[in-house]
């Protein structure tokens, strides 16, 4: 199994910047991906970004260009540094991994962008 714990969430004003990070352990070696994905109220959960263990990423359409993701696989971590925040990206923030013995989501992680 893997276990997931994220970090960093919290209320910024339209413009500002966010760093979100996702430390995994456990059956760590199993992990092949790792991501974040959201889920705002109302609406279905849906990809922000994620990265390969070999460095290959993909965002999402309404994320790039403002979105960052990086990982660490030494230390299983996987950061996402937003910048340029909007009100639509406001949602619960997920860590997601996926590997060898299937999905692992974390506990979710708050994202307020308001003035």
């Known amino acids: 199994q893997v276990q997931l714990v994220e970090s960093g969430g919290g209320l910024v004003q339209p413009g500002g910047s966010l760093r979100l990070s996702c430390a995994a352990s456990g059956s760590t070696f199993s992990i092949s991906v790792m991501g974040w994905y959201r889920q705002a109220p109302g609406k279905q959960r849906e990809l922000v970004a994620r990265?390969?263990?070999?460095?290959?990423?993909t965002y999402a359409d309404s994320v790039k260009g403002r979105f960052t993701i990086s990982s660490d696989n030494a230390k299983s971590t996987v950061d996402l540094q937003m910048s340029s925040l909007k009100p639509e990206d406001t949602a619960v923030y997920y860590c997601?991994?996926?590997?060898?013995?299937?999905?692992?989501w974390g506990q979710g992680t708050q994202v307020t962008v308001s003035s």
């Open positions: 997601n991994t996926g590997g060898l013995y299937g999905l692992y």
């Open positions: 990265i390969t263990r070999s460095g290959s990423t």
